[in-house]
């Protein structure tokens, strides 16, 4: 297991403010690599401890344990450097859902360096739950079916996780407006991304100019 420490990216933002279609986006781009909690823990199969764990957790709304979310993210990151999926040496590390809580910050510390924060703040929560709807019906979620879960997540992300915000500098925190089309969003999101991407593949030439390849789908 790797104890170094990755350039990472976090893309933060209440449930349904659009972090994993926007992570989705830019883990396309070469300089990305994109890895989200959200997924990692709906794809633990439910009959292991952990997965059953995790699954009750994302049922009911509420967080997994910082320590078991910590591990098992670790996990997932060295077995994707492992299989050369995530390549440190050319790529940032842009991290939807994690970290969540203040604590999960610290425990991060060890394993990653945050150069930016892109905080998709959300001024009017009837769009994002209207969004969240949707997303049920299109991708079976259960947590985005319920209101009352939805509700609960609310009240988790306000106590819990948006204390982060005051964790980072400020001047990490770069604020976007998420309403809008998935590429009107994006555009937003590239203008302050673009020069920290810049400055981990710098050196490998790609996004050291004016230069770059996106291969994002509209
Ligand atoms: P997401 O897809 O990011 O909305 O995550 C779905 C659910 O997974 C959350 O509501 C939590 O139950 C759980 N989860 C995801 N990331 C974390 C995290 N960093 N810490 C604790 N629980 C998490």
């Known amino acids: 297991m790797s104890t170094r420490r990755y350039s990472a990216v976090l893309l933060f933002g209440m449930p349904g ?13 070469q300089g990305v690599f994109h890895l989200s909690t959200g997924e990692i823990f709906r794809s633990l199969v439910d009959d292991s401890d952990d997965g059953h764990l995790v699954s009750d957790c994302i049922r009911r709304g509420q ?3 910082d320590h078991l979310t ?18 440190p040496e050319e790529q940032i ?7 969540r809580t203040v604590r999960q910050c610290e425990l991060l510390k060890d394993h990653v360096n945050v150069l930016q924060v892109i905080y998709l703040s959300v001024s ?3 769009p994002i739950i209207q969004r969240l709807r949707q997303r049920a019906l299109i991708e079976g979620r259960a947590d985005d079916a319920d209101e009352s879960v939805i509700r609960n997540r609310f009240e988790v992300y306000a106590r819990e996780t948006t204390p982060i915000l005051n964790f980072y500098p400020p001047a990490l925190v770069r604020e976007i407006d998420p309403m809008g089309t998935p590429a009107e969003v994006l555009k937003r999101i590239l203008e302050p991304l673009i020069p920290v991407i810049a400055t981990v593949r710098g050196s490998a030439g790609e ?3 004016d ?8």
């Open 17 to 29: 403010s659009g972090k994993g279609t926007q992570g989705q986006l830019l883990g396309k781009l």
């Open 207 to 209: 996004f050291g100019g």
């Open 93 to 99: 590390l842009l991290l939807d859902g994690i970290p």
């Open 63 to 65: 967080l997994v344990a």
């Open 124 to 126: 009017d929560t009837e």
């Open 211 to 218: 230069e770059i390849t996106p291969d994002v789908a509209e």
């Open 70 to 87: 910590i591990e098992i993210w670790k996990h997932w990151l060295d077995a994707h450097i492992e299989s050369g999926d995530f390549r």
